[in-house]
């Protein structure tokens, strides 16, 4: 479904990420794990179109689209959920969602992600009129993954959602992205809780200083020594 | 044992939410104490009210027996208290250095001697190599530790620390946990505010749990895992299975 061949990335000339290779088929859950600062969210970043990478090839459903602008990316199926959630504070719960469905031709369509999303979200259809910015912690990430579901992509881009939240949200929140997954939904997930992101992923990744250095089965992630010492804690 | 920090039926209240309600605690000298609870229960209002950011409606706050309730946060700074931010703010254009002068000047009057102790507390927690960085350019992790190492710079008895942990790898936290540790050793008390249970159960000697502004348990760690009340709350289920 998404093959990233050999990108390479930068910032200002600093380069972030090394002729990294991954791939994700439909109906996956993938993690990237990787310590703080190893080009994590720059992976996401170059997929979504925020960033045009260096050197390297990107490709979504047999079509490239590492040079397309982020909207054109995002119409193709590809939602980014940033990281620190970056919901609009000042707007309602329901207006945050209907940016979300800035892409939708016809208000039937954009009925239905509403019903999807307040099925999956019923506390967001319980806040709809309240500002986003009065949310809790846990509800503004719930916001801002139902944000990126309004556009009703195939692949899903979740960057550090765990991030600051409780461990009962944090469980809700797993919950969520497996229901997700459950409903034909393909995800790609950052975390820098890689015990939890390994327990619920097919298979994983680990980027160290900007390459890949290990993959395979999450199963098996969990058991390497090496992945065991440096992003388990054991 | 003798209280550092004492918080008696402590209000405060945001149009019709009611943040902290009716609040009391009192923090042991040496202690490290864990404060935690779901998003949005008091703590981080809590710790505004503490260190002077906020005033409370009601109720009293007393730092080693004297009361700071109605005083300044830079009264309350030179007083002992120093607190870092959940969000990292250090000024981006300045050095690592520099960060920790201000930090420094909140107890010193010349360059000379804010610099003296701030090179010492950068040496404590690590930074030393980084001193001449622009802060903009230092990564999460270092952020926070520069965080940390401006609030140790006023020179403060009681540390409160808002989710420095929060965003750590597991490498990263076993740091920041050592670096806890070395302080309490310093003689500082220290508050802390997190979400992380692998860094607060082995680290505080006693934990606090907020809900809708008020405390719902307190006690040792290993009896808070086995809370109902604080499964319920905010550890949740995986918590239960665990006892």
Known sequence: MLVLEEVSAAYDGVQVLYEVSLHLEHGEIVCVIGANGA?????????????????????????????????????????????????????????????????????????????????IFPILAQRRTQRAGTLSGGEQQMLAIARGLMSNPKLLLLDEPSLGLAPKVIDMLFEVILTLNGLGKTILLVEQNASRALEIAHRAYVLEVGRITLSGPAKELQENEHVRRAYLGM | MTMLLEVENLTKSFGGVQAVDGLTLAIQEGSITGLIGPNGSGKTTCFNLISG??????????????EITHMRPSRIARLGIGRTFQIPTPFTRMTVLENVMIGAFSRSRTLGEASRLALEVLEFTGLKDKQDELAANLTTADRKRLEVARALATGPRLLLLDEVIAGLNPTEVQGAMELIRAIRARGVTVLMVEHVMEAVLPLCDWVIVLNFGRKIAEDTPDRIVRNPTVIDAYLGERFRART
Request: no cysteine; net charge positive; hydrophobic share 40%.
């Open chain 2, 53 to 66: 950011q906020i005033r409370p409606d009601t109720g009293v706050v007393r730092f080693a027996g004297r």
């Open chain 1, 39 to 119: 080009g994590k969210t720059t992976i996401l970043r170059t997929i979504s179109g925020m960033l045009v990478p260096i050197t390297g090839r990107i490709w979504f459903e047999n079509a490239r689209i590492d040079r397309l602008p982020p909207h054109m990316i995002a119409r193709r199926g590809i939602a980014h959920v940033p990281e620190g959630r970056r919901i609009f504070d000042q707007l309602t719960v329901e207006e945050n969602l209907r940016m979300g469905a800035f892409l939708l031709q016809s208000p039937r369509q954009v009925k239905e992600a509403f019903d999807q999303v307040y099925q």
